[in-house]
């Protein structure tokens, strides 16, 4: 019962708290139009301060400790979206949070119970590294029109409770408070104060399930927003571009790039997250290849025949 009080609170603080904050943020966390943005108006950044503050609070009364291991990500992102630091930095602060959250794992209990050797424990470690690090990055990636990454996490982090874990409750909720605000026409965008946060909430949920279905089941999950992402990187290696370098080369920036509104790009694939988790539900992973091909037959339709070329959109 309490977690359910705790979550309403967190819904209605984190609503009640960019009411207030939007005016403020005008002021000084502008995020102004240039020519990789999606938006035409200097819109106010950093909103994604309220979910993390309000749900980890909420969290921690429910005794459930894990996302203020994410806050670090929250402040270095905070500072990032006032005044830009280098990715050096952030890729630094982004190892040791995943380092603390492996550690806090039940995936990590359960590899000190296989009795590995050093080795195989250093490989296995770099390997969940290098993934945790990834998806912080890419659901970041992702955060690049009005209400789109909020929509689609709410989904995500919804199966995750259904599949049972009940604790991340605050931070679903404190997330629809948020994106109330956010949704199009924003008034206030997350950025990476929030985008970093969720991503590591989101690799946090992965690698404690103790189900290793589940386990897989919420990367695939993911793979409509994570796919994309992927994808993207994988395309500019191949055309020798700087993937550290900011772009509009994902597929979703370049359906909104071809007039596909905000909203409706947001629909789309909040729509593609929502039947992955009904196959999930139903299926439970059976028939994964023939799924993630149909997933790839949607993605190749909308990339040749909605979306803007490659070469046409705006770099």
């Known amino acids: 019962m309490l977690i359910y009080i705790l979550s309403l609170i967190s819904f209605l603080i984190t609503y009640l708290f960019l ?9 000084n966390f502008l995020d102004s139009p240039n020519e990789r943005s999606s938006h035409k108006i200097a819109i106010p950044t950093g909103g994604g301060i309220s979910f993390v503050l309000v749900s980890t609070i909420a969290c921690i009364l429910f005794n ?15 500072i990032d979206d006032r005044k830009s630091i280098s990715s050096i930095k952030r890729y630094i602060v982004q190892i040791f949070t995943v380092i603390f959250l492996i550690m806090q794992s039940s995936l990590y209990k359960t590899l000190i119970r296989l009795d590995l050797n050093f080795s195989e424990e250093i490989v296995i470690f770099l390997f ?8 912080i990055n890419f659901i970041n990636f992702m955060d690049g029109l009005d209400g789109f990454l909020g ?9 995750a409770i259904l599949l049972g874990q009940l604790a991340i409750m605050p931070i679903v909720f404190g997330l629809i408070g948020f994106l109330i605000w956010n949704w199009s026409p924003a008034k206030i965008f997350m950025g990476d104060v929030g ?23 919420m990367l695939v999950i993911g793979s409509p927003l994570l796919g994309d992402a992927l994808i993207c990187i994988v395309r500019r290696f191949f ?4 993937i550290f370098v900011p772009h509009k080369s994902h597929l979703y920036q370049r359906l ?12 789309i694939y909040a729509s593609l997250t929502f039947i992955t988790c009904l196959y ?3 299926f439970k992973l059976a028939y994964l290849p023939v799924y993630i091909f149909l997933l790839i037959l949607v993605y190749i339709y909308m990339d040749k025949f909605l979306a803007i070329p490659l070469k046409e959109r705006r770099k």
């Open 128 to 135: 969940l590294i290098i993934v945790g690090t990834a998806i």
């Open 195 to 217: 985008s970093t946060f969720l991503g590591a909430i989101y690799f946090a949920i992965i690698i404690n399930f103790e189900s290793t279905n589940d386990f897989f089941s």
């Open 256 to 267: 909104n790039q071809a007039g596909i509104s905000h909203q409706n790009v947001s629909l």
């Open 64 to 78: 459930f400790w894990m996302p203020l291991t994410c806050i670090p990500l929250s402040i270095i992102g905070f």
């Open 280 to 282: 999930i539900f139903v």
């Open 19 to 27: 009411k207030i904050l939007i005016p403020i943020f005008s002021k």
């Open 239 to 242: 055309n020798r571009e700087n």
């Open 151 to 159: 929509l689609n996490l709410v989904i995500i982090f919804f199966a």
